[in-house]
Every structure is written in C-alpha cells, then in structure tokens.
T-cell receptor, first 115, second 116 residues
Framework: DTEVTQTPKHLVMGMTNKKSLKCEQH?????MYWYKQKAKKPPELMFV???????INESVPSRFSPECPNSSLLNLHLHALQPEDSALYLC??????????????FGSGTQLSVL | AQKVTQAQTEISVVEKEDVTLDCVYE???????LFWYKQPPSGELVFLIR??????QNEISGRYSWNFQKSTSSFNFTITASQVVDSAVYFC?????????????FGTGTQLKVEL
C-alpha cells in the first residue's frame, strides 16, 4: 500500500460547526504533514508530526487543531472556521523523521468550503 | 531565508513539443535538496525528482530531464515530446536544514497546458 488516504474528499461547513479531516497511511512512515493550499497558490505548511509528536506548528490559528493518535493516522480538527479558511487541505507523509529531507507522499486532499 | 522562483506562470504547448520549466532558488544552506512535484487536476502532488546540493549531474528519466546548475542556482525541468497527460501544475521546491529540515519551500508553480 503506497497511498496516503484522505477523507472526506469534499466538506462544506458553517462557521459554527466542528468537523474533522482524516489522513491515513500504512507505509510505516514516521513523519506526517498538513498543508493548506489556496487556489492557484503553492501549498503552505501548517503542521508536522515526527514520530507521533508535534514538531512544527507554523503559527496556525487555534481554530485548527491537529492530532496524531498513532503512527498511521493524522487528524485535523476544525472549529469556528472563517470563510477565508476555504482551501484544499493536503496531508503528506515521509519515511523518516522530519530532518531527513526525503520526498513526500501526498494524499489527494480535502476540498473545504466554509460558508 | 529560502526562496524559490518559478517565473513562468502558465505555458501552453502543442502535443509533441518540448517544453522547459524554469526554477531559480536562493538559500544560505550549503547542504540542501531540490524537488519537482506535479499536481494534476485530481489534486495530489506527485513526486518527480529529488536532487541534493552536491550532485550536479543532469538526470534523464524517460521523457523527463533535469538540469541542475549551482553556478546559476537553477534547477530546470524539460519534458520532451509533451503529451496531453503532462498537463498539470508543476512545483519546484527547496528543502534545507535551517529550521529543522524537511520544510519545503515551494515555488509559485507553473501551469502547463498541452493541447492536441
């Protein structure tokens, strides 16, 4: 299994809702990432977990809350989002820890719309 | 600070034409890695190549080739005999060890459209 699987593929939520994005990989990778990508822009790093510990938080607002329950699973909990948070949220993984500069394996993303 | 510049926002070619995507980077790290990723309309970024700063050999993989020149801080990507399936956004990216490693700095991307 060489895939990173993200669910749901599409999500529409109101500003008062609470929702979660899920990411799963079964390649034994030890680093997992959340990226945010606005239309026609490059991906922007949000969070990195290395060996199930949060290693990088790129000053992301607290309405985004990451969670890594185990080495295969990464969640992004969403609460009280703003319309400007509408974007494609990409999950990625890499075999080693964060300092290895290895290639990333990306999921196909969750397209989020905040109304 | 790291920076990646992809000056070409959009390129349109006719199938079977060769096309080169430009990438220029800036970094203070002496050891760093350069990447190219492809993002088709389906959304996921697909890894194409990784190069480290000590390896300036050009590389060819099928219809793809990469030209890494440290002297000009460039890492250009050429597709030979382009095909409609090559239509995608292509991102050049840089990763160094400043700030803990594996924090990719992406360029703004080049949208490649290959038409029949």
């Amino acid at each position: 299994d060489t895939e990173v699987t993200q669910t749901p593929k599409h999500l529409v939520m109101g500003m008062t809702n609470k929702k979660s994005l899920k990411c799963e990989q079964h390649m034994g990778h030890r680093a997992m990432y959340w990226y945010k990508q606005k239309a026609k822009k490059p991906p922007e790093l949000m969070f990195v977990y290395s060996y199930e510990k949060l290693s990088i938080n790129e000053s992301v607002p607290s309405r985004f809350s990451p969670e890594c329950p185990n080495s295969s699973l990464l969640n992004l909990h969403l609460h009280a989002l703003q319309p400007e948070d509408s974007a494609l949220y990409l999950c990625a993984s890499s075999p080693g820890g964060i300092a290895t500069n290895e290639k990333l394996f990306f999921g196909s993303g969750t397209q989020l719309s905040v109304l | 600070a790291q920076k990646v510049t992809q000056a070409q926002t959009e390129i349109s070619v006719v199938e079977k034409e060769d096309v080169t995507l430009d990438c220029v980077y800036e970094t203070r790290d002496t050891t760093y890695y350069l990447f190219w990723y492809k993002q088709p309309p389906s959304g996921e970024l697909v890894f194409l190549i990784r190069r480290n700063s000590f390896d300036e050999q050009n590389e060819i993989s099928g219809r793809y080739s990469w030209n890494f020149q440290k002297s000009t801080s460039s890492f250009n990507f050429t597709i030979t005999a382009s095909q409609v399936v090559d239509s995608a956004v292509y991102f050049c990216a840089l990763s160094g060890f400043t700030g803990g490693g594996n924090k990719l700095t992406f360029g703004t991307g080049t949208q490649l459209k290959v038409e029949l």
